[in-house]
């Protein structure tokens, strides 16, 4: 992806109707299809700009994974430094961490 795509998802996915009902589809798939105990361990692969640290942040410890340092960067902008610079088929964690 370029960084002029990068910059219209940072710009309005926190309003934008697509991305706000895209949202609402993970909590629900969640709700109905994650364990009930809470704090959950989450792996945001490809974490684009970051925003599921926003929306999951009630269910439990978050922690993100992209190859791109242009959107480790937009995650750095919204303040979430819990990103591993990695490949999605070679994470950097122990079986069954996430």
Same mark, same amino acid.
């Given at each position: 992806?370029? %960084?002029?795509?990068?910059? *219209?998802?940072?710009?309005?996915?926190? %309003? $934008?109707?697509?991305? *706000?009902?895209? *949202?609402?589809?993970? &909590?629900?798939?969640?709700? /109905? $299809?994650? +364990?009930?105990? /809470?704090?959950?361990?989450?792996?945001?692969?490809? @974490?684009? %700009?970051?925003?599921?640290?926003?929306?999951?942040?009630?269910i439990?410890?978050? &922690?993100?994974?992209?190859?791109?340092?242009? %959107?480790? /960067?937009? @995650?750095?902008?919204?303040?979430i430094? /819990?990103?591993?610079?990695?490949?999605?088929?070679?994470? +950097?964690?122990?079986?069954?961490?996430?």
């Amino acid at each position: 992806m370029n %960084t002029a795509e990068f910059d *219209r998802m940072f710009a309005i996915e926190e %309003t $934008h109707w697509w991305y *706000r009902g895209r *949202r609402e589809l993970v &909590r629900d798939s969640l709700r /109905r $299809h994650a +364990p009930p105990a /809470r704090p959950l361990q989450v792996l945001d692969v490809a @974490c684009a %700009t970051g925003m599921s640290f926003r929306f999951l942040s009630d269910i439990g410890q978050i &922690r993100g994974v992209d190859i791109s340092d242009e %959107t480790i /960067r937009y @995650c750095a902008m919204r303040g979430i430094d /819990r990103i591993v610079k990695a490949d999605a088929m070679k994470l +950097p964690f122990a079986a069954a961490s996430y």
